[in-house]
Structure formats: C-alpha cells, structure tokens
C-alpha cells in the first residue's frame, strides 16, 4: 500500500529554519517525482517545488526560491522540505505528494511561526 | 506562470442534481495530444484527492459520477448525481509546464 507519512506539527520563532520530513512506502521515490505544496489558513494550495530523488534534480516556484529547499535520501526513500527565514508568512500546512498528477498525498505538517 | 482561473467560487446544488465546475487556463496545457489539467477534491482537516487526471481520466477508486472534459485552455469537472458526501472544495491544476500551478478553488455546498 502506498503511503506518504510526514513529520509532526512544528511550533517555530521567527528567522528560525524548519526541516520537514515525508517517509514513502510502498513504493520507491527513484521512481518518480515528489512534489511539495502549501497551504496557509483558510487558504488555495500553492506548489513549492518538486525533486526527482533519481539524480536530485529541483524545481521551484520562484516565490519560494531562496525559501525552500527540497532533498531527498533514496536510502531511508525520504523527502525533505528545509525552509528558512521563517515568517508569520510561512504559517500554513506543507503537504508532500507524488508523481506529476498527484495521486497520493501525505497528511500535512502544520508549520507555526510565533515567538 | 500559467493562471488557472476557476469558476464559480462557490456553488450550492441540490442532492442528486448536476454540479459544473470551470477552471480556464490563461495559456494551453496541452502537449503532444494530451491535457496536463487534474482535479482534486479537498475535505477540511485532509489533503487533497485526485479525482481526475490529464483533463478526463478518472484516478482508480473514484465514482464515475465525477467527470472533466476540456483541452487547450478551458476545462470543466461535472459531478452528477450530487451525493452528500461531495460537499467539498474542488481544485484545478496545471502540470504542463513550470511552476505548477493551481486554480483559486471552489466550494461546493449540498443543498
């Protein structure tokens, strides 16, 4: 059974960095695209960016760019979404998911920015 | 940046009516034959759920109820017969081309 389990609820002060995690099973991230979106409060998504864990190449929206960095560790099949310069802006739930047609998502991780 | 423009923002239907949602791209989505336009529909407290995948193909598991149709930049997800359990917000969005994008959303309320 495919399964995106992320990291827990992060509680974080300003200018801080946050480093989120997304554990793949039942499938291998080589294998294809991961993607990471957000969204804030009562808000539409947003896509930050996605990977290939193949050969670690990014692509980000370039509203993020400088915000975001998307990795990947084929070996524990993981993707991460590091973000820094944290501002009452970054408040909001960060989402991985699959493939270029999203098909499976993980549950969210919800990201507070409040000293 | 491509902009996926969704209409209406909100809608009420009643239970077992048709529902039709549009979501218009401000440049085609289309490559080589195929629309790179997906659908989504969003409970509150949950992720997303892919609906519908490259304009009209319906992701494995969901009711055939749900339907999209549309090529190039406009693009239409019908649900009919409405059922209860549809009151969501539904979203468009674009995989043709950098940076993906979605549609503002739509609401959908089961009168």
């Known amino acids: 059974e495919v399964q995106l389990q992320q990291s827990g609820a992060e509680l974080v002060k300003p200018g801080a960095s946050v480093k989120l995690s997304c554990t793949a099973s039942g499938f291998n991230i080589k294998d294809t695209y991961m993607h990471w979106v957000k969204q804030r409060p009562e808000q539409g998504l947003e896509w930050i960016g996605r990977?290939?864990?193949?050969?670690?190449?990014?692509k980000y929206d370039p509203k993020f760019q400088g915000k975001a960095t998307i990795t990947a560790d084929t070996s524990s099949n993981t993707a991460y979404l590091q973000l820094s310069s944290l501002t009452s802006e970054d408040t909001a739930v960060y989402y991985c998911?699959?493939?270029?047609?999203?098909?499976?998502w993980g549950q969210g991780t919800s990201v507070t920015v409040s000293s | 940046d491509i902009v996926l423009t969704q209409s209406p923002a909100s809608l009420a239907v009643s239970l077992g009516q048709r529902a039709t949602i549009s979501c218009k791209a401000s440049?085609?989505?289309?490559?080589?034959?195929?629309?790179?336009m997906n659908w989504y529909q969003q409970k509150p407290g949950q992720p997303p759920k892919l609906l519908i995948y490259a304009a009209s193909n319906l992701e494995s598991g969901i009711p055939a109820r749900f339907s999209g149709s549309g090529s190039g930049t406009d693009f239409t997800l019908n649900i009919h017969p409405v059922e209860e359990e549809d009151a969501a917000t539904y979203y468009c969005?674009?995989?043709?081309?950098?940076?993906?994008?979605f549609g503002g959303g739509t609401k959908l309320e089961i009168k």
């Open positions: 990977i290939d864990p193949a050969n670690g190449n990014t």
């Open positions: 998911a699959r493939r270029h047609a999203m098909d499976y």
């Open positions: 440049q085609s989505v289309d490559y080589d034959g195929d629309s790179y």
């Open positions: 969005q674009q995989s043709n081309e950098d940076p993906y994008t």
